[in-house]
C-alpha cells in the first residue's frame, strides 16, 4: 500500500515564476492537506482540500492556491515566487477526521 | 484558536537516560493531539496520538505521552534513549474533524554516546 507521494522532490525556481507541486493521497483518503515548512520551523498550515473543495485555508496570500482531483490527487500552485518562497513543501493526506499521513515533501529553492 | 508551545527548542540526553520533550497546547475545544518525528532530509513520521479515551497513549519505538487536561499539556517521554532517536519531534493539535493541523516550532533531540 503506497503512502502519500509528492512530486518532484526538488526543484529550483527564479524568482517571479510559478510553480506546480503534486500529491498523491494514501490509498482509501480523500482528504489532502499542504503545509509548507521553513528551515528551522514548524510546518505551517496552507489549505486542506475535500471533495474537490478547498475546505480550511491557513494564512498565505492568494498567490498560494490549489485542486483537487476526481481521483484526490492534489496540486499546489505558488505565483510570482518570492526568495521567502524557499522552504519544504510537505502534502498530508487523511480520511475525514482520522490520522494524517505525509509525504516525504517537495523541496522548493527559489533563487 | 489553538496553538502549540514546545518547551526547549534542543534537548541533549546521554544513550540509555530518560527522554522528556514537553508540549503544551491550548484549544477551545477538546483536542486531538499529535506527536510527530522528522529525520534529516525526511517528511514527518506519526509518533503516536491522542484522540479520546485513554490519557496515557503509547506509539512506536518505545515512545509514549500522557494527555493531562488539567495541565493543558501532552509531554512525550521514552525511558531508554537510543542514538536512533536523534531527530526532529513536532508536538502538533488539530479539532476533532480533520480540520488543520497547528505545529509547534519543534524540539531537536540529541544522544550523546
Known amino acids: 500500500d503506497a503512502g502519500v507521494t509528492q512530486s518532484p522532490t526538488h526543484l529550483i525556481k527564479t524568482r517571479g515564476q510559478q510553480v506546480t507541486l503534486r500529491c498523491s493521497p494514501k490509498?482509501?483518503?480523500?482528504?489532502v492537506s499542504w503545509y509548507q515548512q521553513a528551515l528551522g520551523q514548524g510546518p505551517q498550515f496552507i489549505f486542506q482540500?475535500?471533495?474537490?473543495?478547498?475546505?480550511q485555508r491557513g494564512n498565505f496570500p492568494d498567490r498560494f492556491s490549489g485542486h483537487q482531483f476526481p481521483n484526490y490527487s492534489s496540486e499546489l500552485n505558488v505565483n510570482a515566487l518570492l526568495l521567502g518562497d524557499s522552504a519544504l513543501y510537505l502534502c498530508?493526506?487523511?480520511?475525514?477526521?482520522?490520522?494524517?499521513?505525509f509525504g516525504e515533501g517537495s523541496w522548493l529553492t527559489v533563487v | 484558536a489553538q496553538s502549540v508551545t514546545q518547551l526547549g527548542s534542543h534537548v541533549s540526553v546521554s544513550e540509555g537516560a530518560l527522554v522528556l520533550l514537553r508540549c503544551n497546547y491550548s484549544?477551545?475545544?477538546?483536542?486531538?493531539l499529535f506527536w510527530y518525528v522528522q529525520y534529516p532530509n525526511q517528511g514527518l513520521q506519526l509518533l503516536l496520538k491522542?484522540?479520546?479515551?485513554?490519557?496515557l497513549v503509547k506509539g512506536i519505538n518505545g515512545f509514549e505521552a500522557e494527555f493531562k487536561k488539567s495541565e493543558t499539556s501532552f509531554h512525550l517521554t521514552k525511558p531508554s534513549a537510543h542514538m536512533s532517536d536523534a531527530a526532529e519531534y513536532f508536538c502538533?493539535?488539530?479539532?476533532?474533524?480533520?480540520?488543520?493541523?497547528?505545529f509547534g516550532a519543534g524540539t531537536r533531540l540529541f544522544v550523546k554516546a
Open positions: 498530508a493526506s487523511s480520511l475525514f477526521g482520522n490520522t494524517i499521513y
Open positions: 490509498s482509501g483518503h480523500d482528504t
Open positions: 482540500y475535500y471533495e474537490e473543495e478547498e475546505r
Open positions: 484549544s477551545s475545544v477538546p483536542p486531538y
Open positions: 491522542y484522540t479520546t479515551g485513554a490519557t
Open positions: 502538533a493539535v488539530s479539532e476533532a474533524g480533520g480540520f488543520k493541523t497547528i
